[in-house]
Each structure stands twice: as C-alpha cells, then as structure tokens.
C-alpha cells in the first residue's frame, strides 16, 4: 500500500433491491487477506446455496498468489490482489463491474458477493452491469468507507510463566488480540505495522527472549 494509510470498508454492509422481478442482494466486508476474502464469499454462497448467482470480487494485499482454481478473472497489481468471477453470467456482465466499483471508489483489503434470484425476465448485458454496480455500491455506502493504517498479525506463544507479562503488554498497546490457553499460552494480535517492530522489541526483553513471535503477514 503506498503510503501511510488507506481506505477500506468500516465493516460489512448490505443493499438489496429488485430489478423486474429479480431480487440483488450485495455483501461487502473487510478482508485483510486473501483467505479471509474467499473465506466471506464461500460463506455467502452456502447461505444462498438456492440463487441463481452469487457473484465475488475483491482487492486484496497480498504477497503470495491465489488459490483459487475456478479460472475466475484473477489480476495482480503489485501486491495487491484482485479478483472477480461473473458466476454463469454473461462474461463481463458481473463481476468485472463489481470490481470495478471497488476500484473507482479506491478501496483495498474489501471482499464483496452479490447474489442474483432470477425473475423471470432477462435484463440484457447493460441491465447487469447496472444491477450489479448499484449493489455493490449500495453495500460499500452501507458500511461506510474508512482510512486505515497497514496492520499484520503476530502469533505469540509463551508459557504459563510469561503468560501475564506479554498480556499485559499487549493490552497496554490498545491493540486486538485473542488469547488461548492450552499447553502454551498463543496469542493472536492485530497491530499497525508501523508499531510491530516496537512492539515484538518490548515482548522480547521482558520475557529474555523466550516469547515466539511469528508475523502472520
């Protein structure tokens, strides 16, 4: 991402609407990774196992490729990774115009799904591209566009003993994380890529170098 900032989604959002006689519904949601944006569409189209489509773009950073093996409309830009699929629509009719939403409105790390139940009536090429373009417009209008910082995940594990000492360093940096407690104590955190070196610093010298960090990417 260049820069220090960039825009994304708040959250998720949704718009639904019909088009004589078809109903659109469009999803969107944050999606700090590939799998997490795949992940968001995969869950969509189980809850919509009956539409006729349902229909995924993304913009996504990444460092590594796709593992997607549909043939859908796959483009790298850098490292920032796009996809679209038009899901049996005609080509160019769906998906391209609901990535390109996500383009012209300049949002990165964003997944969205819209999913089409047919009304009987063909909508033609043009009638698509506007449907599925108002959905995902109205969807990203739902959840509001944000400016957000670069973040990565570090995976933290530690013993018992240390346990208290990097939680309560990690929640000293008002930063999201998740713990668990089995063997090892893990924790899963969320911090401003700006921050992550300071941070990794501060959990190394207070636990003598015994705390494993991974950055998760």
Not at 133 to 147: H, I, L, P, Q
């Amino acid at each position: 991402m260049a820069g220090t900032t960039y825009r994304t989604v708040a959250g998720q959002g949704e718009a639904a609407f019909e088009v004589r006689g078809s109903e659109f519904i469009g999803y969107v949601a944050p999606a700090e990774s590939v799998e997490i944006a795949e992940s968001f569409v995969e869950r969509i189209g189980d809850r919509h196992s009956d539409a006729t489509h349902n229909v995924p773009a993304y913009r996504v950073q990444a460092d590594g490729t796709s593992n997607r093996a549909d043939g859908g409309g796959d483009a790298g830009s850098g490292f920032l990774r796009e996809y679209s699929s038009d899901d049996g629509e005609p080509s160019g009719s769906a998906g391209k115009p609901a990535l390109n939403v996500l383009q012209q409105r300049d949002v990165e790390n964003v997944v969205v799904v819209v999913t089409r139940y047919y009304g009987g009536t063909n909508l033609g090429v043009g009638g698509l591209v506007r449907s599925y373009s108002r959905a995902v417009k109205e969807a990203v209008d739902d959840a509001e566009v944000v400016e957000e910082r670069p973040h990565q995940r570090l995976d933290i594990v530690v013993t018992y003993d240390d346990s208290g000492t990097v939680r309560g360093i990690i929640e000293s940096e008002d930063v999201e994380f998740e713990a668990e407690y089995g063997e090892d104590v893990r924790f899963s955190v969320r911090v401003a890529v700006e921050e992550t070196d300071a941070l990794c610093d501060r959990l190394r010298s207070a636990t003598s170098g015994r705390a494993e960090i991974d950055a998760a990417g």
